[in-house]
């Protein structure tokens, strides 16, 4: 994958999926704001977010090392895995766009493994000071949402530990300016992305990119096919006169 477009779509992805974020992960971050019992509010914010965003990169670490194993084991594998990747990444497009819900399903799977690990979150609260802020981050960073999954799943085609983290980090970038001003400027900025031109344009911009993605493997397969055909030819007799 090109990676300056990679990590730009990883942004798109958290920045226009953030009105998801506010809905998913609002609850915790208002809690965090109204219940810190810390010396200072927004350097605990900060390091919520930043354990959040760490737990991101950490899962994208992991399949970065997954996707590298596979694409070693067998180059159609990989092959494989960018269609798969591409998919998932118009599917993406469509789901920020507004166009389908279809990646609540998900959620819903996810949801089975977190009601074993948001007790954990509890041993932080309330909060008092930036470890237990980014402890509580790096637990919440495991709550189960359709977008992160996605995007894990579309960068485990990079097969490459060190982007596949890049990109999800880019993604928590990418949503970290609404979450981090749950107020006025959230407001504001909800109402933007609730646009139909803007969301449909982003969403374009990430379905282009997923097309993109999906484009690599068919245009491999045709140059395979062509290189065959060629290989396969009767060569024209030599010249000895």
């Known amino acids: ?22 809905g998913m992960c609002g609850g915790i971050v208002g809690a965090l704001t109204l219940n810190n019992q810390s010396k200072h509010p927004v350097f605990t914010q900060l390091a919520y977010h930043a354990g959040r965003i760490s ?32 998919g998932m990444l118009i599917l993406m497009g469509l ?15 996810g949801s089975v493994a977190w009601k074993h690990i948001q007790p954990i979150s509890k041993t932080f609260l309330p909060v008092r000071n930036l470890p237990q802020a980014m402890g509580l981050g790096m637990v ?14 579309w960068s485990l085609v990079a097969a490459d530990p060190v982007q596949s983290a890049s990109m999800m980090i880019m993604f928590g970038l990418g949503n970290l300016p609404a979450l981090l001003s749950f107020g006025l400027f ?11 031109l803007v969301r449909l344009s982003l969403g374009a911009l990430i379905i282009l990119f997923g097309i993109w ?10 140059m395979n096919t062509d290189t065959a055909l060629t290989s396969t030819l009767p060569k024209p007799p030599l010249n000895t006169g």
């Open 95 to 109: 789901y920020v766009s507004g166009a389908t819900q279809a990646l609540n399903w998900l959620e819903k799977g």
């Open 186 to 196: 959230a407001q504001t900025l909800t109402k933007l992305k609730k646009q139909p």
């Open 55 to 86: 737990t991101y990169g950490l899962l994208g670490l992991t399949v970065g090392f997954l996707g590298f194993w596979l694409a070693d084991l067998h180059h159609s594998l990989a092959n494989t895995m960018r269609v798969i990747s591409g």
């Open 213 to 222: 993605t999906l484009a690599g493997p068919i245009m491999m397969s045709t």
């Open 1 to 22: 994958m090109n990676e300056p477009l990679s990590l730009l779509t990883a942004w798109l992805l958290g920045f226009i999926g953030s009105i998801h974020c506010m």
């Open 140 to 153: 919440w960073g495991l709550l189960p949402c359709g977008l992160v999954y996605s995007t894990l799943t």
